[in-house]
C-alpha cells in the first residue's frame, strides 16, 4: 500500500533561519511527487512536481528534491509570509491519476 | 484566469437529508478530482472523471457517495441520507493533460 509520511509536524523558524521539511514515501512505481501550500480556509495550492530520482526545482525561496525514498523541500531565508501548511502527495503508476497525500507539515516564520 | 470554483461554500444539513455539491473546473481542464479533507490532515481521493466518463471511484466511503459529470465540465457530488461522519471539507481539483491538479476552495459540509 502506498503510504506518505512527512516530518516534521509542526516547525517554527525565525526569519532568516533556513531548513528542510521531509516527506518518505513508499509506492509501487512513483508516476509524480507533489508538493503543495495550503494556507488556512484555502484549498492547496501548487508548487512543484518531481518525477525522477535526482530532479530538483526551484520557485523563489523554495527548491524541492527528489530521492527514491524521499523527498526534500528546502526553504532558504524563509520571511513570515511562507507560513502555512506544506503538504506533499505522491501519484502512483498504477493507481490512475489520485494522489495520496501525507498530513503536512505546519510552518511558523516569526520575524 | 478563472481558477476552480465550488458551491456552496458552506452546507449545514440534518442527519438524513440528501446533499449535493458543485464543481465548477477550469476552462478546459478535461480532468476533475474529488477529495474529502478532515481537520489536520491532507486531501483524502474520493473519484476522478476524464471529460464525463468516471474514471475511478475507488475512494467513495460507500454507495450513499456518487458523482457526476454529464457534460464533461460541471462536476456533482451527492451524499444521501448524510450523517454525521459525512462532515468535512470537500474539495473539487481539475488538471489538464499535465498532471498537476489544481484544487478549489471546498464546500464545508457540517451535518447536525
Known amino acids: 500500500e502506498d503510504q506518505v509520511t512527512q516530518s516534521p509536524e509542526a516547525l517554527r523558524l525565525q526569519e532568516g533561519e533556513s531548513s528542510s521539511l521531509n516527506c518518505s514515501y513508499t509506492?509501487?512505481?512513483?508516476?509524480?511527487l507533489f508538493w503543495y501550500r495550503q494556507d488556512p480556509g484555502k484549498g492547496p495550492e501548487f508548487l512543484f512536481t518531481l518525477y525522477s530520482a535526482g530532479e530538483e526545482k526551484e520557485k523563489e525561496r523554495l527548491k524541492a528534491t527528489l530521492t527514491k525514498k524521499e523527498s526534500f523541500l528546502h526553504i532558504t531565508a524563509p520571511k513570515p509570509e511562507d507560513s502555512a501548511t506544506y503538504l506533499c502527495a505522491v501519484q502512483a503508476q498504477n493507481s490512475g491519476y489520485a494522489l495520496n497525500f501525507g498530513k503536512g507539515t505546519s510552518l511558523l516564520v516569526t520575524p | 484566469g478563472a481558477g476552480v470554483s465550488q458551491s456552496p461554500r458552506y452546507k449545514v444539513t440534518k442527519r438524513g437529508q440528501d446533499v449535493a455539491l458543485r464543481c465548477d473546473p477550469i476552462s478546459g481542464h478535461v480532468s476533475l478530482y474529488w477529495y474529502r479533507q478532515a481537520l489536520g490532515q491532507g486531501p483524502e481521493f474520493l473519484t476522478y472523471f476524464n471529460y464525463e466518463a468516471q474514471q475511478d471511484k475507488s475512494g467513495l466511503p460507500n454507495d450513499r457517495f456518487s458523482a457526476e459529470r454529464p457534460e464533461g465540465s460541471i462536476s456533482t457530488l451527492t451524499i444521501q441520507r448524510t450523517e454525521q461522519r459525512d462532515s468535512a471539507m470537500y474539495r473539487c481539483?481539475?488538471?489538464?493533460?499535465?498532471?498537476?491538479?489544481?484544487f478549489g476552495p471546498g464546500t464545508r459540509l457540517t451535518v447536525t
Open positions: 481539483a481539475s488538471s489538464s493533460t499535465s498532471y498537476e491538479q489544481y
Open positions: 509506492v509501487s512505481g512513483l508516476r509524480g
